[in-house]
């Protein structure tokens, strides 16, 4: 029989075979695997591959890698995190560095209050190594100066820095005074006043109190009161600033003023002088009074000063070779005497 003829049991035979729908499914399925083949990639899997990197700090490290390229934006934002590592790093090691310094400074105050004799340089005045005058003191605030009293008195030394530097300005006025007037009083007593009363300022005041507060002497502190509150009065008499006397202060500095432009000029600028001596007065009242505010919350006394004077006056070396002749003097006359 025919595949063309009719079927037996009446419906005819398909003509073409490749209209079957399951032929037609299979030969889809076909083209997408050939499809498939073509485009596939044997190099894909080996770009996919996690890659070995070398950072700086020669420490390998593994860095996957998806089917897109990492961005050259992607890739140097690891530096940044790393650089800030190195930051912290460094800030660390400064700390412990300042932890270490300050550790060392306690121990070595420790040491000093219990008696030990360990040598110190002084620093004070700043001088450089080769200058033919070495420094004469040993000042170091946060070794010497307990923690809640070091705020205290660097604000009295820079009082004394700023009273210190109205000297010398007071010194310019003198000059200012000579040029313009002709009187040679006022430049010759502020270059004498300046070299006197600089260095005596910071030995009778300061100095009393820097060890006042360093060794809590109620004496030191006796000594810095006494003194400080004449120096107090004194500024008020500079500020003032009597003619002759020779102290710019208001007084000198409005008798300067005139009708020209000049005697305006010189007005003006020892009219700044009088003010810095003004803001040295006001100064030395502020700093007074906050001392002997804290002076008289510790409970010191005039006489534990008498004792403290006492003891401080048989320690010294001097006063103990004076006594240990005269006592020698004495037994050795007394001797001399039972003889004869």
């Not at 940044?80 to 105050?109: F, G, N, Y």
């Not at 070495?134 to 660097?154: A, G, R, S």
């Amino acid at each position: 029989m025919s595949v063309f003829e009719d079927n037996p049991f009446g419906e005819p035979l398909v003509d073409n075979p490749f209209a079957d729908p399951a032929i037609q499914h299979a030969t889809k399925n076909a083209s997408s695997i050939q499809n498939s083949l073509e485009d596939y990639n044997p190099f894909e899997q080996e770009q996919n591959k996690p890659q070995l990197q070398i950072n700086s700090n020669n420490a390998a490290v593994v860095q996957p890698l998806s089917q897109n390229m990492t961005s050259p934006q992607a890739q140097t934002s690891v530096l940044p995190s790393h650089t800030s590592v190195q930051i912290t790093t460094e800030e660390l090691q400064r700390r412990q560095d300042e932890l270490d310094r300050k550790a060392a400074e306690l121990d070595r105050r420790e040491q000093q209050l219990q008696g030990l004799n360990i040598p110190q340089l002084n620093n004070w005045p700043p001088l450089p190594d080769n200058f033919c005058v070495k420094p004469c003191f040993y000042q170091d605030f946060n070794v010497d100066i307990p923690p809640e009293f070091q705020k205290l008195v660097k604000h009295l030394y820079y009082t004394w820095m700023f009273y210190t530097l109205t000297m010398c300005c007071n010194i310019i006025g003198g000059l200012i005074i000579l040029l313009h007037s002709g009187s040679f009083t006022n430049f010759g007593l502020a270059i004498f006043y300046t070299v006197l009363f600089t260095p005596a300022s910071y030995v009778c005041w300061f100095r009393p109190a820097y060890k006042a507060f360093r060794n809590d002497s109620s004496f030191n502190f006796m000594v810095f009161f006494f003194v400080y509150f004449f120096q107090t009065i004194f500024s008020v008499f500079q500020t003032i600033g009597l003619p002759g006397t020779g102290w710019c202060g208001f007084i000198v500095a409005v008798s300067q003023f005139n009708s020209t432009a000049a005697g305006i000029i010189v007005g003006l600028l020892l009219l700044c002088i009088a003010f810095c001596f003004g803001l040295t007065t006001v100064a030395n009242i502020m700093m007074i009074t906050k001392i002997h505010t804290i002076y008289r919350s510790t409970g010191a006394s005039i006489d534990k000063a008498k004792a403290e004077f006492t003891t401080e006056f048989m320690r010294n070396q001097h006063v103990q070779q004076a006594t240990s002749s005269a006592v020698n003097n004495a037994i050795n006359s007394q001797l001399n005497n039972s003889r004869y």
